[in-house]
């Protein structure tokens, strides 16, 4: 974190302390987009993103004075709307997530494939502007267990660094590269099945 982040976000806190109306003015302005779409990408109902994105400014203008600046604000502040999410669906007791094991490729001790690896590659390239490919993506991330679903959302949805995601969830940076890795194949091996379906149909 660079030198004015840190400053900028320690007075913004400081303002926050205070009570000062214009500072909860600013911190939606930076952030209330940013919250938002997180939400939807982890809990996938607008309404309950919303309600989310509400508790997480509550807790964040709450807690500004434990706020120890060890961290960026917007680290912070994915922290607590991650927290927040998970929560959210626990609390509905979801069971509609897949094991993501059985779709993990299989390898011979010299390391190669057991099975050829469906190249489809092309055929993505083909219907990457399509909205019902678009949809299929978010109905398969939506399948990822929560420990997966979270790192994709953080790393391949917000752009963040393996670092960054490592900071904001509390792992290491290989726990985070390994989960991502498991999450992009199997989010492959369900793109693959579903694009060769629809070439079979």
Not at 180 to 195: G, I, M, T
Request: net charge neutral; proline share 2%.
């Amino acid at each position: 974190m660079s030198a004015e982040r840190w400053k900028e976000d320690e007075v913004l806190l400081e303002r926050l302390r205070k009570g000062a109306p214009e500072a909860v003015t600013e911190l939606l302005r930076l952030f209330q987009g940013k919250i938002f779409n997180l939400a939807m990408s982890i809990l996938k109902n607008e309404s309950d993103a919303e309600e989310a994105t509400q508790d997480v400014f509550m807790t964040v203008i709450r807690k500004a004075d434990t706020f120890k600046g060890n961290s960026a604000l917007y680290s912070w502040m994915y922290r607590i709307c991650v927290n927040t999410c998970l929560m959210r669906l626990r609390g509905k007791r979801r069971n509609d997530t897949v094991s993501i094991e059985e779709f993990m490729p299989v390898f011979t001790e010299e390391g190669m494939h057991a099975s050829p690896m469906d190249d489809w590659s092309k055929e993505v390239e083909r219907k990457a502007l399509n909205e019902e490919l678009g949809q299929m993506i978010r109905k398969f991330t939506d399948q990822l267990s929560e420990k997966y679903k979270v790192v994709f959302v953080l790393s391949d949805v917000e752009g963040l660094s393996n670092e960054e995601t490592a900071q904001i969830l509390g792992l290491t940076v290989p726990a985070v590269k390994s989960r991502l890795h498991r999450a992009r194949l199997y989010l492959r091996e369900q793109l693959s099945r579903y694009l060769l379906e629809g070439k079979a149909g």
